[in-house]
């Protein structure tokens, strides 16, 4: 085991973006003495290994897990329990069992209560991805810069927290300890809700009567295509997502429809000084997000444009 | 004059990003014998004038207007009329008057009892854009591939129509012809309620108490970014944008809201289908803009990730 080796074992529990991404960047840390990853569907597993971002592959999670030193399980929120109730009765006394969902309060209460009590269940949640599925959408440097959130139980053993910290950043993440509640609060506000109104947006403008769809294609360059973008993600994901995380976006998006009343009030009156007060105070955090490094500063999203 | 040359003298008034974009896909397609740009602002000015974007700069729009075969109007939408009350005097009998405004009704009521009988108003929007403003944001390239939209009035000169018809093809454009109303109530669910939305969202995440600002910032690549990025547009455009195409936007926005309320009902009761079915239906009008051409299928819009 060299310096760079976190765990003997660790296992990936589904191949598609996020699970194919921390493959690849526990192979290109050198983080584990053997990766294995498992994917349940056979097309999708081959793909995965031809693609060849860890040492062992097989369709069988269960496999996959035994022995395992930790366990990262990659699939929706919805399916964790699933996945769960299959790798409990093999796991190692001692084993760190992780998952990279993107609510964490449900996701814990659905996994605590399957697991033997001789592991340590450390939730957390890159919060890195793309609009995109499937093992090929995945790449090593998905992580690089962004902050992984890791929501620890009450009374985690320490040193299972270190050494899962210590994989997240070797994988190129910041990692941010907070309580699950704080996360799926944060997270309903700067991606959930989001997403939320994203997709509702292009369900709005795919029924109008009085704009064709095509007009609302062919137009979509004055905004409304950077909504398509969010509103092309997968499904599953997002509606469990929304199942899961339910009083925290209830909350947020309550605040967001009060908002939004104010603005219709205001452009129904023609109080143009408060349009242009709020116009200019959202300029700032665009500002700050990029000097955090969070996006970039190129126009329209660095979309192609020559000179 | 050549073969390209569409008109003997052109003049922009204002040098802000559409202004000088459109001065620089002039000078590209070679179809002005003298073009000749105007911006109030001397600082400006100079700016454009070593940024050498056109043949001729004045910060008096009325000598830039003197003589003009065509006279693009590029200010925001509210300050279109102050521009026709300093230009009318000295129009050219016969002379084109256009515009690039994001509202049409508007800008052709406000400019229409301004200027002379003997000149020929025809409105213009250029579908797209960046968030950025200024004539070094330009570039010669921003209408390659997009849609134009012209909307000329009842009883329009066709000849006129078609000079202006061809100057927009010379610039990359693909050029539509609808009314004024028709194009605000698609341009308002296209571009400004998406706007309107995404500044309204980064409003809410700044006012939060349970969530700070630094750490919606931090966790903004969960989707909040994508809609910051929109919200640092320009106030001053984008509040008269909202003043000016009042009736369409509030029509459009209070869709919006019903179906936002359909769906938050839908996470109350959990009720996984009708979210499930609204995330999938939405999947396939991104494949339909990418399929036009209005987008390009990089995930994340392309924003820079190694292998
Ligand atoms: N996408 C993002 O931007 C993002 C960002 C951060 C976190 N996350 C979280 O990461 C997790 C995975 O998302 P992803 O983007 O990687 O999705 P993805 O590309 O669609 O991959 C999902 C994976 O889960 C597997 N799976 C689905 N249902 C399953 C079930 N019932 N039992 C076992 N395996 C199942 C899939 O198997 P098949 O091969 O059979 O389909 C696939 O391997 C989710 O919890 C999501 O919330 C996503
Ligand atoms: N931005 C987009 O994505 C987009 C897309 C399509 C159409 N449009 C439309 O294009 C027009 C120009 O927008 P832009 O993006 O080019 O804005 P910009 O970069 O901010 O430039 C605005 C220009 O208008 C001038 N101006 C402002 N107020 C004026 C006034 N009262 N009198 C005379 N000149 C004035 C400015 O002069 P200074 O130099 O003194 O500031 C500047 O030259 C707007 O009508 C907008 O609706 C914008």
């Not at 994988?171 to 996360?183: L, N």
Request: glycine share 10%; hydrophobic share 45%; aromatic share 6%.
């Amino acid at each position: 085991m060299t310096d760079k080796v976190h765990f003997d074992r660790i296992a990936i529990i589904g191949a598609g973006l996020i699970g194919s991404s921390v493959a690849r960047a526990v192979m290109r840390a050198g983080a584990a003495g053997t990766l294995v990853v498992s994917d349940r569907d056979e097309a999708v597993l081959s793909e995965a290994e031809k693609l060849g971002f860890a040492h062992e592959f097989t369709v069988n999670a269960r496999e996959a897990a035994q022995d395992a030193d930790l366990v990262v399980i990659a699939v929706p929120v919805g399916a964790m329990a699933s996945v769960g109730v299959t790798i409990a009765p093999v796991l190692k006394a001692g084993a760190i069992v992780t998952d990279v969902g993107s609510v964490k309060e449900g996701v814990f209460k659905a996994l605590e209560p399957l697991l033997p009590g001789n592991v340590h269940l450390i939730p957390g949640h890159p919060v890195a991805g793309t609009e995109q599925s499937g093992p090929s959408a995945g790449f090593a440097s998905l992580f690089d810069g962004r902050w992984c959130i890791i929501t620890p139980p009450q009374g985690v053993d320490e040193g299972a927290l270190e050494k899962l910290t210590k994989l997240w950043e070797a994988m190129g993440s910041k990692v941010e300890i907070m309580t699950a509640q704080h996360h799926d609060l944060v997270l309903a506000i700067t991606s959930h809700v989001p997403h939320l109104i994203a997709y509702n947006i292009v369900g709005t403008a795919s029924d109008l009567e009085e704009v064709t769809r095509s007009e609302v294609i062919k137009y979509s360059a004055g905004g409304f295509r950077d909504f398509t973008r969010i509103a092309a993600s997968d499904p599953t994901m997002w509606r469990d997502v929304f199942l899961n995380n339910k009083d925290a976006v209830l909350e947020m998006l309550g605040r967001f429809s009060e908002d939004l009343t104010a603005l219709q009030r205001a452009i129904r009156w023609g109080d143009g000084d408060a349009l242009f007060d709020l116009f200019t105070r959202t300029r700032d955090i665009r500002r700050r997000i990029i000097d955090a490094g969070q996006d970039e500063e190129a126009a329209d999203f660095g979309r192609h444009h020559e000179e």
